[in-house]
Nanobody, 113 residues
Framework: VQLVESGGDLVQPGGSLRLSCAAT????????MAWYRQEPEKQRELVAS???????DYADSVKGRFTISKNKSANTVNLQMNSLKEEDTGVYYC????????WGQGTQVTVSS
């Protein structure tokens, strides 16, 4: 199984980005799919998750600004990020779990003026 992230970029505070995670197998075969974020010299932290049934959960720091969703036709899990803040900067990783966890290679998001 491979997970490939895309969509990272440099954006100004207040801006928006949409990240995508493409899987080589059906995204619906995973019990949970999630986005994590890692800043330099810090631990990777959970940003948002979505279950096979579509239930979502978010870190308190992104509630109301980020939305995780599945695109069945494209077989992707997306993260819409609005009202971005400098503290959202980091490498964003896609993770899929189905008894075993799988990670993507990450995509860099930089929020800076």
């Amino acid at each position: 199984v491979q997970l490939v992230e895309s969509g990272g970029d440099l954006v100004q505070p207040g801006g928006s980005l949409r990240l995508s995670c493409a899987a080589t197998e059906s995204i619906f075969s995973f019990t949970v799919m999630a986005w994590y974020r890692q800043e330099p010299e810090k631990q990777r932290e959970l940003v948002a998750s979505i279950t096979a049934g579509g239930s979502t959960d978010y870190a308190d720091s992104v509630k109301g600004r980020f939305t995780i969703s599945k695109n069945k036709s494209a077989n992707t899990v997306n993260l819409q990020m609005n009202s971005l803040k400098e503290e959202d900067t980091g490498v964003y990783y896609c993770h899929g779990y189905r008894g075993v966890g799988y990670w993507g290679q990450g995509t860099q998001v930089t929020v800076s003026s």
